[in-house]
């Protein structure tokens, strides 16, 4: 399994109708094969200065590297990803399942 994870800020010219519309098309990545688990979240650590992130899942590399080539992500990334985001966290995980393999 793959857990995909993105932290991001927007820019600050974004208004929040804007940021409205982001969310609403991100919805739309839900439709892609193989993504599960996907969710919308609000940061709420003073820790850093990232504002919302996502999270989802897939079951095997091969199907999140699918989603990653899918014509509903490369256009939410062109349309509206590059245009609004200002600053970002991307991690990509996989469960540990044997911790001797951590030596």
């Known amino acids: 399994m793959i857990r995909h994870s993105v932290i991001f800020k927007f820019k600050n010219t974004i208004t929040e109708i804007e940021k409205q519309d982001f969310f609403e098309a991100a919805l739309q ?3 892609i094969p193989g993504l599960e688990n996907f969710e919308t979240l609000k940061q709420t650590s003073p820790k850093n200065t ?7 899942e897939f079951d095997t590399y091969l199907v999140y590297e699918n989603y990653n080539n899918h014509p509903y992500h490369t256009s939410f990334v062109q349309n509206y990803w590059l245009t609004m985001v200002e600053d970002f966290l991307e991690i990509d995980y996989e469960p540990i399942i044997d911790i001797s393999t951590l030596k």
């Open 50 to 56: 990232f504002e919302f992130g996502f999270s989802m």
């Open 29 to 31: 990545l839900t439709e």
